[in-house]
C-alpha cells in the first residue's frame, strides 16, 4: 500500500540507507547467541551522548532495602525523632550498597540516571534505587579500573548532566543523602486558646521545619564528604508534615556528591543560540500513552 | 516466565507461525483492512519522520486480550506455595527462600515459617494476557504485509473490580520502502517512533520487539518479620531500627527475577529504554505480593556504532 506522498525534497539517503540495511538484518534469522545483552533504561538520546563522552552502558541495576521504624516512635515529644532518621540512613546506606553491588557484578565503574524512591511510612522506610551500570569504552577511568570497580559512584544525574559535569571536569562520587525528623512542640492550652481566632504563624511548626532542614542539610553535606565529595549538586529536598502524624516535621534532602577530577573547572563555553522555531509543537514519541500510563523517563 | 510477548522462548522470534493464519479476524476486520486509506497512530512529526526514513505508515493496529484471574482460595488451581510447610520453589528453577523462627515453639499463632516464593502461575497468566494481545496485533500488521509495527503503546488495566485485566497493544504497522521482509514473516515492533526511532536507527540498533515480563513473589512473612513490619519489639526484636532482611531480599528478588525473564527473550539482542514498574501489596502481618514489570525495546546492533561528536553545549536566548 502506498501512501501517496512523495514529499517535494528528497529525505537523507543515508537515513533511509540505513533503514533497510537494519531491515536486512532481519530478514535472516540471527545466529544462536549466548552473549549477556545488555540492557539499560536510557534513553536514545542518553545512550548516544554517553558513547560521545566515551562511556557505554551494561546493565539495569537496582538496590532496595526496607528498615523497620519502632513502634511508638511518632508519638509526640519533643526534639528530633532520631530513630525515624536513623532508619532512614540505614535503608539509604542499604540499598546504596545493593546498587553498588550489582554495578561491580557486571564490571561497572558507576551508575548514572538513578531514580531515587524514598518511601517513610509508619512502621518502617523503604528505599528504592535503580539505574544504568555503565563503564568507560576504552577502559579509563581517572581513578584507575580496579578502584573504580571496588567502589563504583552512583549517581542521580541523567546521562546529559554526567556528560556535561565530565566535560567541565568533575565526576560524581556518589549519592549523598540527608533526613531529619522532628517533633512540633505542642503550644500551651492558653496560647492555643489565645491563636483559634487569630491570623498568627504558628511558630513551634515553623522552628520544628528550619531544625528538621538543618539537621537533614548537615547529613547530607556530611554523607557528601564520606563519599569523598566536594560538593553536591541537584540537591532534592522534600520537606512537610508526615502524613500519618501530623505533629512530626521531616525534611530530607538528597543529590549528587561530586569531586574535581581535572586539575582546575574546565569552563565548558556554551554557545549561545537563538532558537527560531515555533514552540508549538513538541516532539513526544510516547503522546499515545494516556494520562498516568506513560512510562517515559521523567527527569 | 520465560515466554516473551512476540511468543520467543528466547533462541529466536518464533512468533511467526500463529501471525501467518490470520483467520480468526472478524469480518468487519477483514474489510477494513482491505481498504486502500491508511491509518495511524503516529503525531505529524512522527508520521515526517517515518516517512524521511522510509517507513510507509499503512494502518493502525492493535490487539486486545481481557483475562480473569482464577481463584486463588481453597482447592483453586493456583492453591500451589500456600501451605507453609511444602517449602521449595514452584517449579524447577523458580526462586524460593525459607525463614525459620529463632523462638522455638511459642503458640499455634506464632509465626515460626517464613518463605518468599516465585510466584510463576501468576507469571505465565500474565504472559499469556499480554503475549495474546501482542500476537493479536501482529496478526492484523501481517495481514497488511506490513514489516514492523512503530510506536507502540500497551496497556494493562483492570475492568471494574471483577478481577479481570485486559491487555490492550496499539502501533502503527509500516512497510519499509524497498525492504526485505523480516525473517519468518513477523513484523518487527517497537516503542520508539519520530526521531526517536531515527536516531536509534542512525545509531545501528534495529528494533526486534517489544519486550515484558512480569515478575511475582510472595513474601509469607515468619515472626521477625512480622514484628519488624509492624513496629513491634516482641520476643527480643531489636530495640532500634533494623533492617527487614525478608522483604528487602523479597524486593530484590522480584527485580532481578523480571530481569532475568526479560532478558531470556534477548537471544542476546540489547534492550534499550527499559523501564521497571513495582506494585507492592500489603496483606496483613508482614504478609506480602509483589509485582514487577519491566518493559523495553529489544534491539540488534546492524552496524558498528558511529563515533558521535560530543555535541557543543548550547545556551539559549529564548
Redesign the interface.
Known amino acids: 500500500?502506498?501512501?501517496g506522498?512523495s514529499?517535494g525534497t528528497a529525505?537523507?539517503a543515508d537515513?533511509?540507507a540505513?533503514?533497510?540495511?537494519?531491515?536486512?538484518?532481519?530478514?535472516?534469522?540471527?545466529p544462536?547467541?549466548?552473549?549477556?545483552?545488555?540492557?539499560?533504561?536510557?534513553?536514545?538520546?542518553e545512550?548516544?551522548?554517553l558513547?560521545?563522552?566515551g562511556w557505554e552502558p551494561l546493565d539495569?541495576v537496582?538496590?532496595?532495602?526496607?528498615?523497620?521504624?519502632?513502634?511508638?516512635?511518632w508519638n509526640w515529644g519533643r526534639g528530633a525523632i532520631s530513630?525515624?532518621s536513623?532508619?532512614h540512613d540505614?535503608?539509604v546506606d542499604?540499598a546504596a550498597a545493593?546498587l553498588r553491588g550489582e554495578c561491580s557484578k557486571v564490571h561497572g565503574h558507576g551508575v548514572v540516571g538513578v531514580r531515587v524512591e524514598v518511601s517513610v511510612r509508619?512502621?518502617?522506610?523503604d528505599v528504592?534505587l535503580?539505574g544504568t551500570a555503565v563503564r568507560p569504552m576504552e577502559g579509563q577511568d581517572p581513578r584507575g579500573a580496579d578502584a573504580a570497580q571496588a567502589m563504583p559512584f552512583t549517581s542521580d544525574l541523567s546521562a546529559r548532566d554526567f556528560?556535561?559535569l565530565q566535560?567541565a571536569g568533575w565526576m560524581p562520587v556518589g549519592l549523598a543523602f540527608g533526613a531529619s525528623f522532628v517533633y512540633a512542640p505542642r503550644r500551651t492550652a492558653g496560647t492555643a486558646m489565645k491563636q483559634t481566632r487569630q491570623n498568627v504563624e504558628l511558630t513551634n511548626y515553623t522552628e520544628a521545619m528550619y531544625s528538621a532542614r538543618e539537621s537533614a542539610m548537615e547529613k547530607m553535606q556530611r554523607s557528601a564528604l564520606h563519599a569523598g565529595g566536594q560538593g553536591v549538586v541537584e540537591v532534592k529536598v522534600t520537606e512537610g508534615p508526615m502524613s500519618f502524624a501530623r505533629h512530626a516535621v521531616g525534611f530530607t534532602a538528597w543529590g549528587t556528591a561530586v569531586r574535581l577530577v581535572a586539575e582546575s573547572h574546565q569552563f565548558?563555553?556554551?554557545?549561545?543560540?537563538?532558537?527560531l522555531d515555533d514552540?508549538v509543537?513538541t516532539?513526544?514519541?510516547?503522546?499515545?500513552?494516556?494520562g498516568g500510563?506513560g512510562?517515559g523517563?521523567k527527569r | 516466565m520465560t515466554v516473551g510477548p512476540d511468543g520467543s522462548d528466547g533462541s529466536e522470534r518464533s512468533a511467526g507461525a500463529p501471525a501467518q493464519t490470520p483467520g480468526d479476524l472478524p469480518e468487519a476486520a477483514v474489510r477494513r483492512l482491505e481498504s486502500t486509506v491508511f491509518s495511524s497512530g503516529l503525531t505529524v512529526p512522527d508520521f515526517a519522520a517515518c516517512l524521511d526514513l522510509g517507513l510507509e505508515p499503512v494502518a493502525l493496529v492493535q490487539g486486545f486480550c481481557v483475562m480473569q484471574w482464577g481463584w486463588y482460595g481453597q482447592g483453586s488451581g493456583y492453591m500451589r506455595g500456600l501451605s507453609p510447610y511444602t517449602g521449595g520453589p514452584q517449579s524447577a528453577g523458580s526462586y524460593s527462600e525459607t525463614y525459620r523462627c529463632p523462638h522455638g515453639f511459642v503458640s499455634n499463632e506464632h509465626r515460626s515459617w517464613g518463605q518468599n516464593l516465585e510466584q510463576p502461575w501468576v507469571e505465565a497468566a500474565w504472559a499469556q494476557g499480554y503475549g495474546s494481545a501482542y500476537q493479536r496485533m501482529l496478526e492484523e500488521a501481517t495481514t497488511h504485509g506490513a514489516h514492523g509495527v512503530i510506536g507502540v503503546v500497551d496497556r494493562v488495566s483492570s475492568v471494574a473490580d471483577t478481577g479481570t485485566t485486559e491487555f490492550h497493544f496499539l502501533g502503527t504497522a509500516v512497510t519499509v520502502d524497498g525492504g526485505p521482509p523480516p525473517a519468518g514473516g513477523v513484523p518487527w515492533s517497537t516503542y520508539l517512533a519520530g526521531q526517536r526511532l531515527t536516531k536509534s536507527i542512525e545509531a545501528g540498533f534495529m528494533p526486534v520487539a517489544v519486550v515484558a515480563a512480569l515478575a511475582s513473589v510472595r513474601v509469607w512473612a515468619y515472626c521477625m518479620t512480622e514484628y519488624l513490619m509492624e513496629g513491634s519489639m516482641s520476643w527480643g526484636g531489636p530495640t532500634g531500627p533494623h533492617l527487614v532482611e525478608q522483604v528487602s531480599k523479597a524486593h530484590m528478588a522480584v527485580r532481578q527475577l523480571a530481569r532475568k525473564h526479560v532478558r531470556q527473550q534477548l537471544a542476546g539482542d540489547e534492550l534499550h529504554g527499559a523501564t521497571i514498574d513495582v506494585v507492592a501489596r500489603e496483606l496483613s502481618q508482614g504478609d506480602e505480593v509483589i509485582d514487577c514489570t519491566l518493559r523495553g525495546n529489544r534491539v540488534r546492533r546492524f552496524k558498528d556504532f558511529d563515533q558521535v561528536e560530543l555535541p557543543r553545549p548550547t545556551v539559549r536566548l529564548a
Open positions: 500500500m502506498s501512501t506522498f514529499p529525505p537523507p537515513v533511509r540505513e533503514m533497510l540495511l537494519g531491515a536486512q538484518s532481519l530478514a535472516t534469522p540471527a544462536p547467541s549466548q552473549a549477556r545483552g545488555i540492557t539499560s533504561d536510557l534513553s536514545v538520546d545512550a548516544l551522548l558513547h560521545a563522552a539495569l537496582c538496590g532496595v532495602a526496607v528498615v523497620s521504624v519502632p513502634v511508638g516512635v530513630l525515624a536513623d532508619a540505614q535503608a542499604q545493593q509508619t512502621h518502617h522506610v528504592e535503580v556528560t556535561l566535560r565548558v563555553q556554551p554557545q549561545v543560540v537563538l532558537p514552540a509543537v516532539f513526544e514519541a510516547e503522546s499515545l500513552r494516556s500510563q512510562r523517563r
